[in-house]
Every structure is written in structure tokens, then in C-alpha cells.
């Protein structure tokens, strides 16, 4: 009886073992940026199409101009990023246009965001959150608008 008992156990621990399947069985999705392919957990993110808001980190600057190098938007701070959602906390540097849209000045908002409902390896739905108002946008593709 005691035998028995230890390969119901193995064999059920097998079963288990078959049945959660291998680790990577599908890869973390990925998100889109408008700064060449979709990644996971990307610093930054566009998503207007014209360059008008960009989502990253606080940096040192209060401000900065169309010209400023791109590294100078900060970095996104991802708190999770898993299969089924991802959670970043960070700055949504948004373009005041004036005295245009080319020569606008960037200035900071404190934004959290939410990207989830993954499709074909890609997060299709980006929530942002940003003085006390929410939206929703949709991924085309690889862009967000």
C-alpha cells in the first residue's frame, strides 16, 4: 500500500508538471512607443503622432524645447508588467504651441498609466491618468492614434 500511495503522488505531481506547460510559453506583449517598434516596458512613449505629448519620467528640467534630445523626456517607472497588464508612474510632457506647434516649449504632468488587453503579443489599450482625468486610447497597429 505504501508504494501505491508514493506513485499516485509522483504521478499526480507529473500531471501537474505537463499540464502548467513550459515558462515561456508566450512572450511578455509588448508596447507601442511611435519611437520605432513596440517594446516591453519602453522608456517613453508617443502617443499623438505629431510629437505634440510624450509620456516619460521627471528630470531635472521644468521645461523643455522641440530640439531637446530625446533622453532629456525622462523615463516611464514601470511598477508591473506582466502578460495580462502593464503600470508605469511618470510625466506626460505636454507641447503648450506657442508661439506653434514647431517651436512649442514641453512642460511636465505627473501621470500614471495603464496598458492592457493584449492581442497578438501587443497591449491594445493604454489608459492615462493625469490631473483627476482619465482617457483611453486604442493601438492601430503600432501607433496609438
Do not use: C
Not at 506626460?92 to 506657442?98: G, K, L, R, T, Y
Amino acid at each position: 500500500m505504501r508504494g501505491l500511495r508514493g506513485l499516485g503522488f509522483v504521478g499526480g505531481a507529473g500531471v501537474a508538471l505537463a499540464l502548467a506547460g513550459p515558462a515561456s510559453a508566450s512572450p511578455t506583449p509588448r508596447t507601442p512607443t511611435e519611437f520605432g517598434s513596440a517594446q516591453v516596458r519602453p522608456a517613453r512613449i508617443d502617443y499623438t503622432g505629431d510629437g505634440s505629448a510624450i509620456l516619460g519620467g521627471f528630470t531635472r528640467y521644468r521645461r523643455l524645447h522641440k530640439s531637446s534630445p530625446l533622453a532629456d523626456f525622462g523615463r516611464l517607472h514601470w511598477t508591473a508588467y506582466n502578460g495580462r497588464e502593464g503600470r508605469a508612474v511618470g510625466a506626460d510632457w505636454i507641447d503648450n504651441f506657442i508661439p506653434d506647434g514647431a517651436a512649442g516649449t514641453f512642460h511636465p504632468f505627473q501621470v500614471t498609466i495603464h496598458v492592457y488587453r493584449p492581442r497578438h503579443g501587443i497591449f491594445t489599450r493604454m489608459s492615462i491618468t493625469e490631473q483627476g482625468h482619465s482617457y483611453t486610447l486604442k493601438a492601430h497597429g503600432i501607433n496609438w492614434f
